[in-house]
């Protein structure tokens, strides 16, 4: 069955886009099913339509296996209809691949090598949640494991054997540099990190890493937010009630948020206070979170500088040089498993007519030995000459019969059929003569 990829990212769609059609991990257990559901129609068996979603702060993707290729754009008009954006907004930033383009796509997203950070590891282990949903939700089948399970195993030998990612700046990284543009003594900032999530794990080590005066996370569970405190305890911590944000905010110099709420958490009124508490003091506020987690209004006030994922992308694509030749190295990687991927996919392919060619053959041979065998059964001595003779009949008929129908299909009426035969007959011929 064909594979492939619908979906947008962070080269073909802006922000604003983005983050009115991302999904939360919570509803893909329930939209996936339902997407299925939709795509199959009343006929199709389940197995037909095979999905996982892949959605992230740059990305939004619907990987499938699928017998349509026209199931693939009704997957996307889905989607467009779920979150309320209209089709003829979206497509303009959608692309759509199949087979060959799909897999090899795959491989470089799962290897870090289309993402902003070029290397950055959270993308493989987004791609490996959202298997594990699609399996949970049971619209992943044999075929789309496999090619994930693939994807994973090039992402490993990619990192293993290049350079990639070892050139480039993290967005926590870049959040650091943003800071220091504004502010020049690190130790006398206050930070607050909004969000307990994998990506605050890796904000968290480079903010502490600058010894800050005090680091506080603000997260809806304050367990996770002492679990990202815990190994900082040498340093000024504390954890907040997202609650008490309004009565905390002007108390930081810095702010760094990524949840996975589907609205923002600080808006327009709540900087707006805490600036005038701050007696309009700067804040630096980078918003990692998509859907954003800050509103866009603030932007606009004279001493917030408010940076999203798009805005940090000038800062973690530096260093072309290096970046473009650890993306050559890795493409060759990744060329390499696509071809092989490929070949795999179409001996699996023929797999079901190879035996039933190998069913239909041994057939014949089984009544050419029953018939042979009935021939000598019974009788006492079977001479040499006999014995030969018996063998060179057997041996012509089964020819007769595996030739009979190449016979016929190379002196076809019909053109295809004819011309179909030729080819498959001569290139049985070169490999015989080999």
């Known amino acids: 069955m064909p594979l492939f990829v619908a979906g947008l990212n962070h080269t073909t769609a802006p922000l604003a886009l983005r983050e009115r059609i991302s999904f939360a991990p919570q509803e893909l257990s329930h939209a996936l099913p339902a997407l299925q559901e939709d795509l199959l129609g009343k006929t199709a068996s389940a197995s037909s339509v095979q999905l996982s979603v892949l959605s992230t702060c740059n990305r939004m993707e619907v990987y499938g296996v699928l017998d349509d290729p026209m199931q693939l754009e009704a997957a996307v008009r889905w989607v467009a209809t779920y979150h309320g954006v209209s089709y003829d907004e979206l497509a303009p930033h959608i692309y759509q691949l199949s087979g060959h383009a799909a897999v090899q796509h795959a491989f470089a997203v799962a290897s870090g090598m289309d993402s902003m950070v070029l290397g950055e590891p959270q993308i493989l282990g987004q791609m490996k949640q959202a298997m594990r949903i699609a399996q949970q939700a049971g619209t992943a089948d044999t075929i789309l494991q496999q090619?994930?399970?693939?994807?994973?195993?090039?992402?490993?030998?990619?990192?293993t054997n290049t350079a990639i990612g070892e050139h480039s700046v993290s967005m926590a990284a870049a959040a650091v540099k943003l800071a220091k543009r504004v502010f020049d003594d690190f130790k006398q900032l206050n930070v607050l990190?909004?969000?307990?999530?994998?990506m605050m794990d890796v904000v968290i080590a480079?903010?502490?890493?600058?010894?800050?005066?005090r680091i506080a996370v603000a997260n809806r569970s304050s367990d996770k937010a002492h679990a990202l405190l815990a190994p900082y305890a040498h340093l000024n911590t504390d954890v907040l009630r997202l609650a008490a944000l309004t009565e905390h905010l002007s108390e930081f110099d810095v702010v760094v948020t990524c949840t996975?709420?589907?609205?923002?958490?600080?808006?327009?009124?709540?900087?707006?206070?805490?600036?005038?508490?701050?007696?309009?003091?700067?804040?630096?506020?980078?918003?990692?979170?998509?859907?954003?987690?800050?509103?866009?209004?603030?932007a606009k006030l004279d001493d917030a500088y408010v940076y999203t994922v798009d805005d940090l992308s000038s800062i973690v694509q530096h260093n072309g040089a290096q970046r473009e030749a650890a993306l050559l190295d890795a493409?060759?990687?990744?060329?390499?498993?696509?071809?092989?991927f490929d070949v795999q996919q179409a001996r699996r392919a023929w797999t079901p007519q190879v035996q039933q060619l190998r069913s239909r053959m041994d057939a014949l041979r089984q009544a050419e030995m029953s018939r042979a065998l009935n021939a000598v059964r019974g009788q006492a001595n079977v001479s040499t000459s006999e014995?030969?003779?018996?063998?060179?009949?057997?041996?012509q008929r089964m020819m007769n019969k595996i030739l009979h129908e190449p016979t016929i299909g190379i002196q076809s009426e019909d053109d295809e059929v004819r011309h179909a035969w030729q080819v498959v007959t001569r290139d049985w011929l070169r490999g015989t003569d080999s």
């Open 206 to 213: 480079h903010m502490a890493g600058q010894l800050p005066n």
């Open 193 to 198: 990190l909004v969000g307990a999530g994998e």
């Open 387 to 395: 014995l030969e003779q018996l063998l060179t009949h057997m041996s």
């Open 147 to 159: 090619w994930f399970e693939k994807s994973f195993a090039v992402a490993k030998d990619v990192r």
């Open 260 to 298: 996975a709420s589907t609205l923002p958490i600080i808006g327009l009124g709540m900087v707006e206070n805490a600036l005038k508490n701050r007696r309009h003091r700067p804040m630096v506020m980078v918003d990692l979170g998509v859907p954003r987690d800050i509103e866009s209004a603030v």
């Open 331 to 340: 493409q060759r990687i990744v060329d390499i498993h696509v071809k092989a």
